[in-house]
């Protein structure tokens, strides 16, 4: 007889990961492992969650296996053809609902939207918003369509754009603000090769140049998009920020600065363009 506790307590995998597993298998709450820890368990169930712990041992991502991942008190639903939302991302969604508090319907452009966390999770927040989410990937645009329609509903869908950054924009639209996470890992970065990233779409992750090469592109042509006055954020490497400083301050961006995450480093830059 195989129950929660027996196969919990056999599993290789740290208590957390398994315990996740387990309620994903078994469609339970993490009060019922508890109250049911006794509980003999179907084999099909025992089944599913040792294949699923196995693929976890191989290095899968749990957010891969389970098919979600919170994001800024949020449930959003993850695919391979998109990158995992991360904790220190939350930062440039803090950012941006500051610098249109006090707006009217403000514009807000996200580049690179991946699953669409950073756009949902502004327009959950602020639901006169009107976000625009572009991507160059049709798969994570997908994605992130089914993520706005899942917790914003109808009402307050967002506009998708299937873009390489800003190139299919229309060029008459400005926004209040725009923010990004692109890619920005340098191409021979060892990281790429561990962990959960070896799961990730490599596209989101690096430039396969130096990790500064979509930042550049963006920095240079997102002052066309800008309503007079408007800001520009972007997420980067724990080591660009000063970099990323000087080419937001070249550009002709004003009050250029740089946030820390809740990890005490320097994780998003931006500043704000006079156009």
């Known amino acids: 007889m195989t129950t929660v506790a027996g196969l919990l307590r056999a599993s290789p995998l740290p208590a957390l990961e398994a315990r996740i597993l387990l309620e994903h298998?078994?469609?339970?709450?993490?009060?019922?492992?508890?109250?049911?820890?006794?509980e003999e368990l179907p084999e099909e169930s025992v089944d599913r969650f040792e294949a699923l712990a196995r693929r976890r041992t191989d290095g899968e991502p749990i957010a891969q296996l389970v098919g979600t991942r919170e994001f800024f008190g949020l449930s959003f639903d993850v695919t391979p053809d998109v990158l995992i939302p991360r904790p220190e991302t939350e930062l440039l969604v803090e950012i941006a609902l500051a610098k249109i508090e006090g707006m009217h319907e403000p514009r807000v452009l996200d580049l690179g939207t991946g699953?669409?966390?950073?756009?949902?999770?502004?327009?959950?927040?602020?639901?006169?918003?009107?976000?625009?989410?572009?991507?160059r990937s049709a798969e994570a645009l997908a994605v992130a369509a089914a993520?706005?329609?899942?917790?914003?509903?109808?009402?307050?869908?967002?506009?998708?754009?299937?873009?390489?950054?800003?190139?299919?924009?229309?060029?008459?639209?400005?926004?209040?603000?725009?923010?990004?996470?692109?890619?920005?890992?340098?191409?021979?970065?060892?990281?790429?090769?561990?962990g959960d990233l070896r799961f990730e779409p490599r596209a989101a992750l690096t430039d396969e140049a130096d990790g500064l090469s979509a930042i550049r592109t963006i920095i240079q042509t997102a002052p066309f998009f800008l309503a007079a006055n408007g800001s520009l954020w972007l997420e980067h490497g724990y080591d660009q920020a000063e970099d990323v400083?000087?080419?937001?301050?070249?550009?002709?961006?004003?009050?250029?600065?740089?946030?820390?995450?809740?990890?005490?480093?320097?994780?998003?830059?931006g500043g704000v363009f006079a156009a």
């Open 245 to 269: 400083r000087a080419l937001l301050t070249a550009r002709g961006f004003s009050d250029v600065r740089s946030e820390y995450d809740l990890a005490g480093i320097e994780r998003a830059s």
């Open 147 to 194: 993520n706005a329609s899942k917790l914003l509903g109808i009402d307050r869908s967002l506009t998708f754009v299937q873009s390489n950054w800003t190139e299919a924009l229309d060029p008459a639209q400005r926004f209040e603000v725009i923010v990004s996470n692109p890619p920005y890992i340098a191409q021979n970065d060892p990281h790429l090769a561990e």
């Open 25 to 38: 298998v078994l469609g339970w709450r993490r009060t019922e492992l508890i109250t049911r820890d006794d």
């Open 115 to 135: 699953s669409g966390a950073i756009a949902v999770a502004i327009a959950s927040s602020r639901h006169d918003a009107k976000v625009w989410a572009v991507d």
